[in-house]
């Protein structure tokens, strides 16, 4: 580099780095000054918990994303090291909005067995027992959800009235176009779309 362009460049880095020395720093100069009222982004807390999986498995169902919601689910019994009635019946959901009825019904039924006083669940296996045609089945299962749930949810009992319906006019009628509703835990209602 000859003598003159190396003056040449050094005039014009020095403005950028007698910037940079200064208490604003290259950002405050480039930028303009800094102001009481500009805001810096905020870090990343390395310490803080993540989000909780077994609700975004709920949400991920809810948003009609199936694997992901296994994955979700996935996550969480091992966050909480054990698979509870709550995750099998979020699985059994997920693995419902798949198809995947002899799935769904065998986790469902899991979770009844770990949790039996919890009729979102039962109300969710008589979803799976209506699609898999057992409808005498899923009427008593839904009987068995309306009881625990002493008829509060709206769902459950339409649900009930649905599979009454059915099995009233299972030879001569067809019943309204109306869809059966899983229930979740807490609020909300999933609606598992048809054409599977």
């Known amino acids: 580099m000859t003598p003159s ?20 720093g290259l950002g405050a100069s480039v930028f303009g000054p800094k102001t009481p009222d500009t805001l810096d982004a905020p870090g ?27 994955r979700s689910f996935n996550r969480a019994a091992i966050d909480r ?46 979803v799976v027992l209506m699609e898999r045609g057992k409808n005498a089945d899923a009427m008593q299962i839904f009987r068995k959800a309306f009881a625990l749930d002493n008829g509060e949810s709206v769902s459950i009992r339409d649900n009930l009235r649905l599979a009454l319906e059915k099995s009233e006019n299972s030879g001569t009628a067809t019943v309204n176009n109306e869809e059966f509703k899983l229930v979740r835990r807490g609020s909300g209602d999933y609606k598992i779309r048809t054409g599977l």
């Open 5 to 24: 362009l190396r003056r040449i460049s050094a005039a014009l880095l020095l403005p950028f780095v007698l910037a940079a020395c200064s208490s604003g």
């Open 81 to 126: 090291g054990t698979i509870d009635a709550e995750i099998l019946s979020g699985l059994g959901t997920a693995n419902l909005g798949l198809g995947r009825l002899g799935q769904a019904e065998t986790l469902l039924r899991r979770a009844t067995e770990r949790d039996a006083t919890q009729p979102e669940i039962w109300n969710n296996l008589g």
């Open 44 to 70: 990343v807390d390395l310490r803080a918990d993540g989000a909780d999986n077994l609700e975004t498995g709920h949400r991920l169902v809810a948003a009609g994303q199936y694997e992901l919601a296994i």
